[in-house]
């Protein structure tokens, strides 16, 4: 069946940097988009940016543009979000989630909490 | 940048048929799709294109979508369907999706 499996939770103090993964299994992985969404702890779902993995085409939510990389792995299957400069409100759960046609998500990983605190 | 307006929350008895709306400026003319997330899970879609349901979704969630508002609506509702419903469409001037607020339903 088709899986997104994320990364373990991550603990990280704030100015540093943290990199999150997310391995797609049981279709073909160039088939579909990617989005990586996070949610801060009783807020709603933000959208932060999309990786198409047939070329490694991204697009980044303007809020993150300066602070995010999306990149992916073709021979794992896997992508990657990396956000830097860590500040306390980048205290989330980190989802990525298989896009269709680019316009809905049909298929989420099961989160990554990353907490930043000193 | 396009916004999308959902109520807080919703309560309602067992039993009863829950409407959670998604206002935004003609969103008729674009296309609706909901998800469901329960306490501490990921979300789940649970209607796409408006009205479609994933296969292993219940025939109790169904959608319309006209005017300025879209509805998912929630037949003869369970405990099981308390959770926050998020709707969300794409933005194809910016290229991105766009999610309304949330709204908590919640079964008396």
């Known amino acids: 069946q088709v899986q997104l499996v994320q990364s373990g939770a991550e603990v990280k103090t704030p100015g540093a940097s943290v990199k999150v993964s997310c391995k797609a299994s049981?279709?073909?992985?160039?088939?579909?988009?990617i989005h990586w969404v996070r949610q801060a702890p009783g807020q709603g779902l933000e959208w932060m940016g999309i990786?198409?993995?047939?070329?490694?085409?991204?697009s980044y939510a303007e809020k993150f543009q300066d602070r995010v990389t999306m990149t992916r792995d073709t021979s794992t299957s896997t992508v990657y979000i990396e956000l830097r400069s860590l500040r306390s409100e980048d205290t989330a759960v980190y989802y990525c989630?298989?896009?269709?046609?680019?316009?809905?998500?049909?298929?989420w990983g099961k989160g990554t909490t990353v907490t930043v605190s000193s | 940048s396009y916004v999308l307006t959902q109520p807080p929350s919703v309560s309602l008895a067992p039993g009863k048929t829950a409407g959670i709306t998604c206002g935004g400026n003609?969103?008729?003319?674009?296309?609706v799709h909901w998800y469901q997330q329960k306490p501490g899970q990921a979300p789940v879609l649970v209607i796409y294109?408006?009205?479609d349901r994933p296969s292993g979704i219940p025939e109790r969630f169904s959608g319309s979508n006209s005017g300025n508002t879209a509805t998912l609506t929630i037949s003869r509702v369970e405990a099981g369907d308390e959770a926050d419903y998020y709707c969300?469409?794409?933005?194809?001037?910016?290229?991105?999706?766009?999610f309304g607020g949330g709204t908590k339903l919640t079964v008396l």
């Open positions: 989630a298989r896009g269709v046609a680019l316009i809905y998500m049909d298929v």
């Open positions: 049981g279709y073909t992985f160039i088939n579909h988009y």
């Open positions: 990786i198409n993995p047939s070329d490694g085409k991204i």
């Open positions: 003609n969103i008729g003319g674009k296309s």
């Open positions: 294109y408006d009205s």
């Open positions: 969300q469409v794409w933005e194809s001037n910016n290229n991105r999706p766009v």
